[in-house]
């Protein structure tokens, strides 16, 4: 019976070349999962440094414009350098690895379009973002040992359409913040001018409709009751403003807004 | 430039793209893949008839006839690597990824029949006619390759309770065994790999059951322990 056993063994495999090449699976999955947190973990930053700027630019009153902008613009450039960071280990596979980044380019789009914003009261357009995020490469810039061109060479970072019109979208909330605080402080024209600036925004929305990306059509309902709070505002201003004295509109837009943020979940 | 102009800018964009995407390009790459499927299931049937008692005698002819099959799959293969940019190849990947996946199965089953061999990725990528390396052109990722294996080791699972019945004793026990010794040493996250991953050790242990009856001289009892 022993016997039998023996000649009965499984026949010994030619080559076992899998096996041997599971060490170079390993670093193949490893390289790709620790670009994939590495990138995640920079879009976190640029979310958190994008809102902050984003807090910044609300504390702007008429008084000292200029000198909040130029501190919001520095901290955007911190931002961009992260962006930098990103494309450092991304370029080229923007499809394999869009997910990781997506959120805070949104973010940044939303901080950077809001900071326009104030200064010129226009919409920042697509390539006016895109401009800003060319860089110049530097030695440490190629990856793995490839030989850099003679000619200096940039780096672009291309922020895809919908995630322009993803912060786009979330940049009207802001804007909605910043009408109501505007009111507070007394100012009576910043309001008129945000609401006509976000009907534009809605009305391009609408414009698109659901040719647009699943996402959006889902940002459309946000848009359409921070519009009509906006217009709410404008309205009571109208035809309140002459009765109201000016330090108590901020009591009676404060107690509207909280009503109508308690049903809604703004990041 | 205006609210106006540049929300119709974005507009016309993502037309453009919605006319790549659901239009031309993705009604191609659709088109193809379909035919692959198709292909991939004569392939499977033609060689799942090896569990079939009479099937062990007639692997070598089961085998060239696949290998005839696997000649219209480079074809097909072909024809879908001329749909679009190769730069965009993981903008689409998840259209053909689950065909690939089966493919690199089909490809490393009937090796095995043939030789009882493991075959590497680059052996797979040649056998279905795409490239390794994602800067030469359309490639298997790794990813996919390690699926296929994977749905392979399943595969031999049953093999090994077909074959003892058969009266072919424990091939496929030591290939289970290495894939779960090779595969123990990924880092794998928490996605579908992983999760076929965690399969695997349980076609490992049907087969090591398996194996414990044959060689016992159990074989007359292996319709117990080997059925499902």
New interface residues.
């Given amino acids: 019976l022993l016997l039998h056993l023996f000649i009965n063994l499984p026949r010994p495999l030619h080559s076992s070349s899998h096996i041997s090449s599971m060490p170079v699976f390993q670093q193949e999955l490893d390289t790709k999962h620790d670009k994939h947190e590495r990138l995640v973990k920079l879009s976190r930053d640029i979310t958190i440094e994008s809102k902050r700027t984003i807090f910044l630019l609300h504390r702007v009153t008429s008084v000292q414009v200029e000198g909040v902008l130029t501190e919001a613009d520095l901290k955007l450039d911190g931002v961009r350098l992260n962006i930098r960071m990103m494309l450092r280990s991304s370029e080229e596979r923007t499809h394999q690895f869009h997910r990781a980044f997506t959120p805070g380019i949104q973010e940044y789009v939303e901080a950077v379009s809001f900071h326009h914003f104030i200064r010129h009261r226009t919409l920042i357009s697509l390539e006016e973002i895109n401009t800003k995020l060319v860089f110049v490469k530097e030695p440490e810039d190629t990856p793995e040992g490839q030989q850099p061109m003679g000619t200096p060479q940039v780096l672009t970072f291309q922020v895809t359409p919908t995630d322009y019109l993803l912060g786009v979208a979330d940049l009207t909330g802001e804007l909605m913040r910043m009408c109501i605080s505007s009111v507070g402080n007394g100012d009576m024209d910043t309001p008129f001018q945000v609401s006509m600036f976000l009907r534009q925004i809605h009305d391009g929305f609408s414009y698109i409709g659901n040719t647009g990306p699943y996402e959006v059509s889902k940002k459309l309902h946000t848009l359409r009751q921070s519009l009509s709070k906006v217009e709410d505002a404008c309205y009571t201003l109208k035809v309140r403003g002459s009765e109201i004295p000016k330090h108590m509109l901020a009591d009676v837009f404060s107690s509207r807004t909280a009503m109508m943020d308690q049903d809604e979940g703004m990041a | 430039?205006?609210?106006?102009e540049?929300?119709?800018?974005?507009?016309a964009?993502?037309?453009a793209?919605?006319e790549i995407r659901a239009d031309v390009l993705l009604q191609d790459i659709r088109k193809v893949v379909q035919v692959l499927e198709q292909t991939a299931r004569e392939i499977l049937t033609l060689l799942q008839s090896v569990h079939q008692p009479s099937g062990f005698k007639e692997i070598p002819s089961k085998c060239t006839k696949a290998k005839e099959l696997f000649c219209t799959v480079r074809t097909q293969l072909g024809e879908l690597k001329n749909k679009f940019p190769v730069?965009?190849?993981?903008?689409f990947?998840e259209h053909w990824r689950f065909v690939l996946q089966r493919l690199a199965f089909l490809a490393a089953f009937e090796v095995y029949l043939e030789?009882?061999?493991?075959?590497?990725?680059d052996e797979v990528a040649q056998i279905l006619g795409i490239e390794v390396v994602r800067k030469k052109g359309f490639h298997l990722d790794?990813?996919d390759y390690?699926a296929g294996?994977l749905i392979m080791a399943s595969e031999l699972s049953r093999l090994a309770v077909n074959s003892v019945t058969a009266g072919d004793?424990?091939?496929p026990?030591?290939?289970s065994n290495?894939?779960d010794?090779?595969?123990r040493?990924?880092?794998?996250?928490n996605d579908p790999l992983r999760k076929r991953y965690d399969g695997l050790k349980y076609d490992v242990e049907k087969i090591e059951v398996v194996y414990d009856l044959?060689?016992r001289?159990l074989t007359k009892e292996q319709e117990a322990g080997g059925n499902k």
Avoid: P
Wanted: net charge positive; aromatic share 14%.
């Fill in positions: 430039m205006s609210v106006t540049m929300f119709s800018y974005i507009q964009f993502l037309s793209d919605q730069e965009q190849y993981y903008r990947h030789s009882a061999c493991l075959m590497t990725r790794v990813e390690l294996v004793f424990g091939r026990l030591r290939i290495e894939l010794s090779g595969f040493l990924l880092n794998l996250k044959s060689i001289g």
